[in-house]
């Protein structure tokens, strides 16, 4: 249940604006960007390179929709591939250096089908054609050029089976069935399935295999609350695996793990204040490189001198952005790189390794400027109980900070974070005058074993304390005007929206509930087939609907909808399979019966977010005028 991050951003006309905020100088503020301007369609987004690096492939808007294109590296045009229009394509990869795979599911049901096609164009091809089966690639097996394994729910929806699938014809055979608690498949670097993790419900295995014609044994049982995630084999293909582990403390750490003895051998890297689970790798050179980790922002720590000096390079030639390397042909001669920051989605660049060389290939959204953009800045508070609280904090450009109208944007999951760079919807709120608080409260992940588990059976209680107490920092520094707060969340941050109007509704002003849960029995109720594994787990982590009936029934806003009274506006995707409709129309019906202003918008080929650019634009459009009525905020004279 998380919010995914909205793909980027548009164009309007002409606005003006009545802002109620006390200014140094009226001059000194932006102008008021278009909403379309924040949410319309990339440019180009998702470069990777072919395996021989001769070409490159990116996601491209045709006909409103995301499609994959094609382009020979040194060339000025590419090749469109794919023909969607209903939906943008998903995700894809490079099966071969010819051939190109890509997911795509209808009005949002996130039933992802897979598809092949090669890189002129010619042989499309539905690999797997199923109706209500979701697909996933577990290896692209990079050395095979005809095949890669992935998993299917076809013949059980609850479970996933792994599969060979010929990526030109179609043609696929079953190589391992699940026996109904298997969560994950993993293969060694010759794509044999050696290891698979387990879980039923409460307690998670790890299963393994020398021979992969051989059965599995289960070497290690933990809880779910212990994390021991397998990233790869050492490169010597043996009895050696690389993770990411919190076995015996509180920070999940990188670790070299032993598979016959089950042991822990050797830290690799741990950070004292956040969990490090990425790994980096050079394939070629069958070294590991380095680490990420993010604190207030992204950071990286190197092993590998060749790899720092090639960050090095990177950040030389393209000062005061984050630079990231998105892929590398096998032969690692070869990059994509993409820019960001706070204030920009950033740039796509090629770079030559051996001649040092680096070419612009696309700016993600050149028509947003960043001098226009506000600052994110970490900031950090105390929860009543004394927890140390991580958030974000961005302030409209050009106003003094002081008396502002607020816009409380808690994140989804729950158990998931917020980062610092571009958010196009927090700087669309900046650019409207308010002040924008994004609170990484206990339950957010990467903060270690002890802050997540203080969530457990805290919907609506702590965790939404944690947001209160965010507010009323925000009020004590005399940042927000206490008339004039408003909250607004996605997935679990629609939950936190409702809850905070519902157990606080004497806080907020107005909110925005988008895709949120609002009764927790059925939500539990309505979860997708393949979560079912996962129901003891959420029962220990939300509350079980039997033995914490009363519990869930506190925390469930539409239970209390006559504590609310502040103006709701919900947004609702009809086919969202992590949280059903049945969850917003229930909440507008009792606060309609009630006289309590709301409104209510319904996609009807949307899932679990709006991925559709006219749908964001509906969206956002209405929010804009909702939050300017409510707390008197800048906005477009015309939409």
């Known amino acids: 249940m998380y919010r995914k991050f909205l793909p980027a951003l548009l164009v309007l006309f002409s606005l003006s604006l009545i802002f109620s905020c006390t200014a140094t100088k009226k001059e000194q503020m932006p102008p008021l960007i278009p909403m379309k301007d924040f949410f319309r369609n990339p440019t180009k987004v998702s470069f990777q390179l072919s395996p021989d690096g001769e070409h490159f492939a990116f996601l491209k808007p045709w006909h409103k929709r995301l499609n994959v294109f094609v382009q020979k590296v040194g060339d000025t045009t590419a090749t469109r591939i794919t023909s969607a229009e209903a939906r943008d394509i998903a995700g894809f990869a490079w099966a071969n250096n010819q051939r190109i795979v890509y997911v795509q599911d209808k009005n949002g049901d996130e039933n992802y089908k897979l598809y092949g096609v090669n890189i002129d164009g010619s042989n499309f091809k539905i690999l797997t054609p199923f109706d209500k089966v979701r697909v996933g690639i577990v290896d692209d097996l990079e050395d095979n050029p005809n095949e890669m394994i992935i998993q299917m729910n076809k013949r059980d929806p609850r479970v996933f089976d792994a599969y060979r699938i010929n990526i030109n014809t179609g043609k696929m055979k079953m190589i391992a069935q699940n026996p109904g608690n298997i969560s994950q498949w993993i293969t060694d670097w010759k794509g044999n399935i050696r290891l698979a993790t387990t879980t039923d419900g409460v307690n998670t295995s790890l299963l393994y295999r020398k021979d992969p014609s051989k059965p599995f044994k289960t070497i290690l049982t933990t809880s779910f609350k212990e994390t021991m995630q397998p990233l790869f084999f050492t490169f010597d293909n043996d009895q050696v695996i690389y993770a990411a582990s919190n076995l015996g403390r509180d920070k999940t750490a990188i670790v070299k793990f032993d598979l016959p003895t089950a042991k822990e051998t050797e830290i690799i890297y741990q950070n004292p204040e956040v969990d ?73 660049y090629f770079y030559d390794l051996n001649a040092k060389k680096l070419k612009k290939l696309a700016d993600v959204s050149p028509w947003l400027k960043e001098q226009y953009m506000a600052d994110m800045k970490p900031i950090q508070f105390k929860s009543r109980d004394g927890l140390t609280i991580h958030s974000y904090l961005t302030l409209p450009k050009g106003v003094e900070p002081k008396n ?73 520094k005399g940042i927000a005007d206490p008339k004039r707060i408003a909250i607004y969340g996605g997935s679990y941050g629609g939950y936190a929206t409702l809850a905070g109007l519902t157990f606080t509704p004497n806080l907020y002003c107005c909110g925005v509930d988008y895709v949120g849960v609002s009764n927790l029995f059925t939500f539990m109720n309505t979860i997708p087939p393949y979560w079912k594994p996962y129901l003891d787990m959420f029962h220990e982590m939300v509350g079980d609907p039997k033995k914490d009936s009363l519990l869930l029934a506190e925390a469930s806003p539409v239970l209390h909808a006559d504590q609310i009274k502040a103006p709701l506006f919900i947004a609702q995707g009809a086919h969202d399979p992590r949280v059903n409709k049945a969850e917003s129309d229930q909440m507008v019906e009792a606060l309609r019966k009630r006289g309590v202003e709301v409104e209510y918008m319904v996609k009807e080929n949307e899932g679990h977010g709006f991925h559709n650019e006219e749908n964001r634009f509906d969206f956002y459009g209405a929010m804009e005028k909702f939050l300017a009525k409510h707390l008197g905020g800048r906005m477009a004279a015309k939409q």
């Open 404 to 476: 502002l109208p607020v816009v409380v944007n808690p994140h989804g999951g729950p158990w998931a974070r917020d980062i610092w760079g571009f958010n196009p919807e927090v700087q669309f709120l900046a650019n409207r005058g308010y002040a924008v608080l994004q609170i990484n409260y206990r339950g957010s992940t990467g903060y270690g074993k002890k802050f997540w588990e203080l969530s457990f059976k805290q919907w609506g209680k702590t965790m939404q304390n944690d947001i209160t107490d965010g507010v009323k920092w925000l009020i004590k």
């Open 276 to 348: 490090v689970s990425t790994l980096l790798k050079s394939k070629k050179r069958k070294v590991i490189t380095g680490v990420v980790y993010i604190t207030d922002k992204r950071h990286y720590h190197f092993f590998d001198e060749q790899r720092k000096q090639l960050q090095k390079e990177l950040e030389s030639k393209l000062p005061g952005y984050e630079v990231v390397v998105t892929s590398m042909n096998c032969n690692e001669d070869k990059a994509m790189v993409r820019t960001y920051s706070d204030k920009t989605l950033g740039s796509y």
